[in-house]
């Protein structure tokens, strides 16, 4: 089937505007001539005069009088369409943006995310949902609008990505744990009883790989789906969890933390979205914020180390 000549919309809509082939031709800055064999064109095409001669001038019929107003509309949606991208008002943005992330990272960022957003552009609304995988389809889909995650050989390689910061595993025990009164060693964080984050329910990763080099080996007694959850089992018994430290800033209050006494692997967390957005004036807005709000937290965080502040609780003098 043979596509319409969409132009002849622009044409016709002049025309019925105008009710003049003269009027109409000056408009489109075409010859009587031309715009004459256009209208023919359109008789043609429609199946309706359009316009007749009534004395001088020429009168729309009945069907040209039904088109007008659908007409002008179809032109005007089109002109929209094909319009430059207008500067982005965010006083006016009315937008629902959802975000997909890891755990602990709307907890740590969340707040001034949703505080610069309601700063800048009211409207706006987000809506944030757990990360249980990689699947990259809800980006694909419009589902999702941008997430936080390690960009590895599961990400999808049609998907932006960007850099937001390295973050790096500590361990995290109660407040009054045997581990928070003592120096800790590679040997005394083995021997503790552990719990484990791990969407797909492995046991050992690259902590268990860099404890063998050592000639250790910890004792893994339970296996939980996120960082929340193992946060909260240590901050109930005996447990150490070993968690990302940015992610779980907040997670971690009232909870003795302590890095690592070995080498361990550090994590690089990225912005992720689908291409079909890079462009979008308010999405832009949205990866730039989210950038911004976690440099103000990086900031914060490195502050915070070099005045030797901790958010640990002191411990407690003996005897």
Same mark, same amino acid.
């Given at each position: 089937?043979?596509?319409?000549?969409?132009?002849?919309?622009? !044409?016709?809509?002049?025309?019925? *505007?105008? @009710?003049?082939?003269?009027?109409?031709a000056r408009?489109?800055?075409?010859?009587?001539? $031309?715009?004459?064999r256009?209208l023919?064109?359109?008789?043609?095409t429609?199946?309706? #005069? /359009?316009?007749?001669?009534?004395?001088?001038?020429?009168?729309?019929t009945?069907?040209?009088l039904?088109?007008?107003?659908?007409v002008?509309?179809?032109?005007?949606?089109?002109? $929209?369409?094909?319009?430059?991208?207008?500067?982005?008002?965010?006083? +006016?943005?009315?937008?629902?943006?959802?975000? &997909? *992330?890891?755990?602990?990272?709307?907890?740590?960022? @969340?707040?001034?995310?949703?505080? &610069?957003?309601?700063?800048?552009?009211?409207?706006?609304?987000? %809506?944030?949902?757990a990360? #249980?995988?990689?699947?990259? $389809?809800?980006?694909?889909?419009?589902a999702?609008?941008?997430?936080t995650g390690v960009?590895?050989?599961? *990400?999808?390689?049609?998907? +932006? *990505?960007?850099?937001?910061?390295?973050?790096?595993?500590?361990?995290v025990? =109660?407040?009054d744990?045997?581990?928070?009164r003592?120096?800790?060693t590679p040997?005394?964080?083995? $021997?503790?009883?552990?719990?484990?984050?791990?969407?797909?329910?492995?046991?050992?990763? &690259?902590?268990?790989?860099? /404890?063998?080099a050592?000639?250790?080996? %910890?004792?893994v007694?339970t296996?939980? @789906?996120?960082?929340?959850?193992?946060?909260?089992?240590?901050?109930?018994?005996?447990l150490?969890? !070993?968690v990302?430290?940015?992610?779980? &800033?907040?997670? %971690?209050?009232?909870?003795?933390?302590?890095?690592?006494?070995?080498?361990?692997?550090?994590? !690089?967390?990225?912005l992720?979205?689908h291409?079909?957005?890079?462009?979008?004036?308010?999405?832009?807005?949205?990866?730039?914020s989210?950038?911004?709000?976690v440099?103000g937290g990086?900031?914060t965080?490195? +502050?915070?180390r +070099?005045?030797g502040?901790? %958010?640990? #609780?002191r411990? =407690?003098?003996?005897?």
């Amino acid at each position: 089937m043979a596509l319409p000549d969409l132009n002849l919309l622009v !044409t016709l809509d002049v025309l019925l *505007t105008e @009710g003049s082939v003269t009027g109409a031709a000056r408009r489109l800055r075409l010859s009587p001539s $031309a715009m004459s064999r256009a209208l023919a064109r359109l008789r043609e095409t429609l199946g309706d #005069p /359009l316009l007749v001669r009534a004395g001088r001038g020429l009168v729309p019929t009945p069907r040209a009088l039904e088109l007008r107003e659908r007409v002008s509309h179809l032109v005007q949606g089109v002109e $929209a369409v094909l319009r430059p991208a207008e500067k982005l008002d965010l006083k +006016r943005l009315a937008r629902t943006f959802t975000l &997909r *992330t890891s755990e602990g990272f709307v907890e740590s960022f @969340g707040p001034a995310l949703i505080e &610069r957003a309601g700063a800048q552009a009211p409207g706006v609304r987000l %809506r944030f949902v757990a990360k #249980p995988d990689k699947d990259s $389809a809800p980006l694909r889909t419009g589902a999702v609008d941008l997430e936080t995650g390690v960009v590895d050989e599961d *990400t999808s390689p049609e998907l +932006r *990505t960007q850099a937001l910061f390295r973050d790096r595993f500590i361990g995290v025990v =109660r407040s009054d744990h045997p581990l928070s009164r003592a120096k800790i060693t590679p040997a005394s964080y083995a $021997a503790g009883r552990h719990v484990v984050f791990s969407r797909r329910g492995v046991a050992k990763g &690259r902590i268990d790989e860099n /404890l063998a080099a050592l000639g250790l080996a %910890r004792e893994v007694v339970t296996i939980v @789906g996120g960082f929340a959850t193992a946060i909260a089992l240590a901050r109930a018994t005996d447990l150490i969890a !070993t968690v990302p430290e940015h992610h779980t &800033r907040s997670l %971690r209050e009232g909870l003795f933390s302590f890095a690592l006494p070995f080498a361990a692997p550090e994590i !690089t967390v990225s912005l992720l979205w689908h291409p079909r957005l890079d462009a979008d004036p308010a999405h832009r807005w949205l990866r730039d914020s989210v950038r911004e709000v976690v440099a103000g937290g990086e900031e914060t965080v490195a +502050r915070n180390r +070099r005045t030797g502040q901790r %958010r640990e #609780p002191r411990k =407690r003098r003996r005897g």
